[in-house]
Nanobody, 124 residues
Framework: QVQMVESGGGMVQAGDSLTLSCNTS????????MGWFRQAPGQEREFVALISRNSGSTIQYADSVKGRFTITRDNAQRAVYLQMKNVKPEDTAVYYC????????????????WGQGTQVTVSS
């Protein structure tokens, strides 16, 4: 059974930093592209970042977070992280960890596995 558990969310002020973690079990972690999506109240889920399988040689970000967020993976720990710097009120959302073994396009658009999410709230 695949489990993906996010942690690290919370309430922060604009300009602060925050790191989200996603610990996984039940999947061959190294074979999966890992990603982060988010959903703000009343809005659709949107792509935030992804890192390709194996060594993570391919990394992609949404334009809205480029230069502020960094995604990394630790294959030994079966974990993926999202370092968030200079957060803004518009970053307020539930953040979801995702995993997909098919490819970059699928991982970015319709990832197969989802975590349950962690809330990030940024006050101005």
């Amino acid at each position: 059974q695949v489990q993906m558990v996010e942690s690290g969310g919370g309430m922060v002020q604009a300009g602060d930093s925050l790191t989200l973690s996603c610990n996984t079990s039940g999947l061959t972690f190294i074979a999966y592209a890992m990603g982060w999506f988010r959903q703000a109240p009343g809005q659709e889920r949107e792509f935030v970042a992804l890192i390709s399988r194996n060594s993570g040689s391919t990394i992609q970000y949404a334009d809205s977070v480029k230069g502020r967020f960094t995604i990394t993976r630790d294959n030994a720990q079966r974990a993926v992280y999202l370092q968030m710097k200079n957060v803004k009120p518009e970053d307020t959302a539930v953040y979801y960890c995702t995993a997909d073994a098919r490819g970059i396009v699928e991982a970015r658009t319709q990832p197969f596995y989802w975590g349950q999410g962690t809330q990030v709230t940024v006050s101005s």
